[in-house]
Nanobody, 112 residues
Framework: QVQLVESGGGLVQPGDSLRLSCVTS????????LNWVRQAPGKGLEWVSF????????KYADSVKGRFTVSRNNAKNTITLQMNSLKPEDTAVYYC?????RGQGTQVTVSS
């Protein structure tokens, strides 16, 4: 079955960086587009980033454009999200998403 395991979250200060990873299994990863989504406390799911199967046409929400970079390793069935210049409003649980399937998420907290 489809499995996605996110990791890499933590507590950081504004302006810091984090690198999230998502290890996947159970579907044809190299042919599959994936997304990163997040859920802030008390709010709904927010789309963050998309990556196509080749990794050459990533897309980003306006709120993270220029600060976040998505990438993938098709040999390792893994996607990553490099997050720079983090802001308090980036605080959320981050999930990788494949056709609405998600893992347990990883908590990112940005606070001084």
């Amino acid at each position: 079955q489809v499995q996605l395991v996110e990791s890499g979250g933590g507590l950081v200060q504004p302006g810091d960086s984090l690198r999230l990873s998502c290890v996947t299994s159970g579907f044809p990863f190299s042919m599959s587009p994936l997304n990163w989504v997040r859920q802030a406390p008390g709010k709904g799911l927010e789309w963050v980033s998309f990556i196509d199967p080749s990794g050459t046409m990533p897309k980003y929400a306006d709120s993270v454009k220029g600060r976040f970079t998505v990438s993938r390793n098709n040999a390792k069935n893994t996607i990553t999200l490099q997050m720079n210049s983090l802001k308090p409003e980036d605080t959320a649980v981050y999930y990788c998403d494949y056709e609405s399937a998600r893992g347990q998420g990883t908590q990112v907290t940005v606070s001084s």
